[in-house]
């Protein structure tokens, strides 16, 4: 192995102990391994960022934006109720999203649909004291 990629290795290596270790945020660590990349070598600095300017990166951070927006004005709640109830059996509660994720991601992007439906289903397992989890995941690869 070259000594670029032993350099790759230890800093991949080093993201996934920080993100297991959990004690960083998320972004926080994952700008760090840019850093160290850049200080180690591996990345050109000139080239650094240029991965913020890609549409995916502009298109998640649009839907976040727009998922905290609507789950502070309440749109959220009030929809979460009927499409999104707080049911104790998992297959259930997943049938019922999954079967409104579907409905929405058929007359809009499929990143716009797992925003809208994102802090009613968190809201919802927290309700039923289950990780938000074991339901975002189906839906993400609906």
């Known amino acids: 192995m070259s000594q670029e990629q032993i350099s790759i290795v230890v800093i991949l290596v080093g993201v996934f102990i920080f993100f297991l270790w959990g004690k960083w945020r998320y972004d926080v660590v994952a700008f760090s391994a840019l850093m160290v990349s850049v200080m180690a070598g591996v990345i050109d600095p000139e080239q650094a960022f240029n991965g913020?300017?890609?549409?995916?990166?502009?298109?998640?951070?649009?839907?976040?934006?727009?998922?905290?927006?609507?789950?502070?004005?309440?749109?959220?709640?009030?929809?979460?109720?009927?499409?999104?109830?707080?049911l104790k059996n998992l297959f259930f509660q997943i049938s019922i999203m999954s079967?409104?994720?579907?409905?929405?991601?058929?007359?809009?992007?499929?990143?716009?649909?797992?925003?809208?439906?994102?802090?009613?289903?968190?809201?919802?397992?927290?309700?039923?004291?289950r990780s938000p989890a074991l339901l975002l995941m189906p839906l993400s690869f609906g």
């Not at 890609?54 to 727009?66: E, F, G, K, M, Y």
């Open 99 to 129: 079967s409104f994720s579907a409905l929405l991601s058929a007359m809009m992007n499929n990143v716009v649909a797992l925003a809208f439906l994102m802090p009613a289903i968190i809201d919802s397992a927290k309700k039923v004291k």
């Open 52 to 86: 913020f300017s890609h549409p995916a990166v502009i298109t998640v951070a649009a839907v976040l934006v727009i998922s905290s927006g609507l789950a502070v004005s309440g749109v959220i709640d009030r929809i979460a109720h009927i499409v999104v109830p707080p």
